[in-house]
Nanobody, 123 residues
Framework: VQLVESGGGLVQAGGSLRLSCAASGRTFTSYAMGWFRQVPGKEREFVAAISWTGRNTYYADSVKGRFSISRDDAKNTVYLQMNSLKPEDTAVYYC?????????????????WGQGTQVTVSS
């Protein structure tokens, strides 16, 4: 599975962005999808995930109520809608895919990763 993120950019605090992650391969529907983010000098952190069925979603406490993850299996794409952005949301955002059992929060459970897209929120 190859993953390509898009939709990052520069936005003012309080604004919105929608990230997209396009997946190649016919087995997209078999994978849970996740979004992680990383700031230079810090560990990569979990942001959101969606189960392979799309029925279950998971969010980091820091983004709950502001971010929303969804998937469109017909388009092999997963989205991260980010609203009410804060300067602390500034990071490189990565899309990931994996066959997940148990917790979705750990990056080591994801087998495939995109190259990342930069999100910068100005104050």
């Amino acid at each position: 599975v190859q993953l390509v993120e898009s939709g990052g950019g520069l936005v003012q605090a309080g604004g919105s962005l929608r990230l997209s992650c396009a997946a190649s391969g016919r087995t997209f529907t078999s994978y849970a999808m996740g979004w992680f983010r990383q700031v230079p000098g810090k560990e990569r952190e979990f942001v959101a995930a969606i189960s392979w069925t799309g029925r279950n979603t998971y969010y980091a406490d820091s983004v709950k109520g502001r971010f929303s993850i969804s998937r469109d299996d017909a388009k092999n794409t997963v989205y991260l809608q980010m609203n009410s952005l804060k300067p602390e949301d500034t990071a490189v955002y990565y899309c990931a895919a994996g066959i997940i059992s148990g917790s979705y929060y750990y990056d080591y459970k994801y087998s495939y990763w995109g190259q990342g897209t930069q999100v910068t929120v100005s104050s």
